[in-house]
């Protein structure tokens, strides 16, 4: 899975900082007030695959100035966020073998976040005007919620599948191709889904815990879920290479941006962000396959106990 990301992926970062520099008078994303889903794309970049469950959005978040005790005050929604990490349990023994590589990849991973991409992120979420990040979250986020619905169906929830087929179709015709998101405000909101979760869902254990270079977290599970993703994106995007490896770059950089502010206060409050990262992840992931209502610890490896809620 590792080796999928290979060439292919410097390719896009360095895209990205390409696009960051060229984009300064341009266009880029969106994303709702720090919570979960935000969660998900700090824990893991990109959502939209199984690596982190991709956050795609609808609204824009403000930009904290200086990371501080008061940086809760500063960013709306980060009470939230607080509220998750308060529910972040410590990892089980034994889900975490490979521990030394994934350091090593961490820190690697790190270094690139520091000097290339968080830098492009950090570029586009200060020129870019809030509608227009805005209206390119709707569109990246609409591209997902087909995928979202696929994965819906595959997890037997029909009842949700319908709702998010309906999404998609009411932005797509009346939100200008998913420019707007006037499904939200007609009350069909979105459900994110990617197939590490519909592999969770049908009872396949996460494995071990993996940090994929420049990808992220993960485990085995969603590594192989991701990789099924990332054939989705490359199915829907254009098939021109230079246009595709623009859409995938916008498309990272998006996300990069969404978890501005959820990394901001990591880097204030975590003293190993490793252990931090990885537990988080895991936490987040276990209770995105359970739909918020994950067993004891004694059952988790059947997930048929829990709940579908329709």
């Known amino acids: 899975m590792a080796a999928c990301g290979g060439s292919r992926t410097v390719l896009t970062f360095c895209l990205v900082a390409v696009l960051g520099a060229g ?37 824009a978040t403000p930009r ?9 005050a500063q960013v709306p929604g980060m009470a939230a966020a607080m509220r998750f990490w308060g529910t972040v349990r ?27 991409v968080k830098p492009v992120a950090e570029a586009y ?14 569109v990246l986020g609409n591209v997902s919620d087909a995928w979202s619905a696929v994965n819906l169906a595959l997890q037997g929830k029909g009842t949700r599948a319908a ?20 499904a939200s405000e007609a009350g069909l909101e979105r459900q994110s889904e990617d197939f590490g979760q519909t592999l969770g ?3 396949v254990p996460p494995g071990p815990y993996l940090v994929l270079p420049l990808f992220g977290p993960s485990s085995v599970r969603d590594a192989v879920g ?9 199915a829907v995007y254009p098939s021109d290479a230079p246009q595709r490896w623009r859409w995938t770059a916008l498309r990272l950089t998006d996300a990069r ?13 975590a003293l190993d962000k490793y252990t931090f990262v990885r537990d988080a992840y895991l936490t987040r992931r276990r209770s995105l396959v359970y739909d918020g209502n994950p067993p004891p610890d004694d059952q988790d490896e059947l997930p048929v106990e829990a709940p579908v809620q329709e």
């Not at 007030?33 to 199984?50: E, R």
């Not at 979420?125 to 709707?138: H, I, L």
Request: no cysteine; hydrophobic share 40%.
């Open 23 to 59: 984009l300064s008078a341009g266009a880029a994303q969106a994303q709702t007030p720090i919570d979960p889903q935000a969660a998900d794309a700090a824990l893991g970049l990109d959502a939209s695959s199984g690596a982190a469950s991709g956050a795609t959005s609808s609204g």
């Open 226 to 234: 991701f990789r099924l993703d990332t054939a989705y994106n490359s």
């Open 125 to 138: 979420e200060a020129a870019v005007p809030k509608p227009v990040r805005t209206g390119v979250g709707n």
């Open 64 to 72: 904290a100035s200086s990371p501080g005790p008061s940086a809760t």
């Open 90 to 116: 410590p990892s089980l023994p034994g889900q975490d073998p490979f521990e030394r590589l994934n350091r090593a990849v961490f820190i690697f991973n790190g270094v690139v976040d520091h000097f290339v």
């Open 257 to 269: 941006t969404d978890a501005l502010p959820f990394t901001r206060l990591l880097d204030t409050v």
């Open 201 to 203: 869902r049908w009872g």
């Open 163 to 182: 709702e998010m087929t309906m999404r998609v179709g009411l932005n797509t015709v009346f939100g200008l191709g998913g420019l707007l998101d006037i």
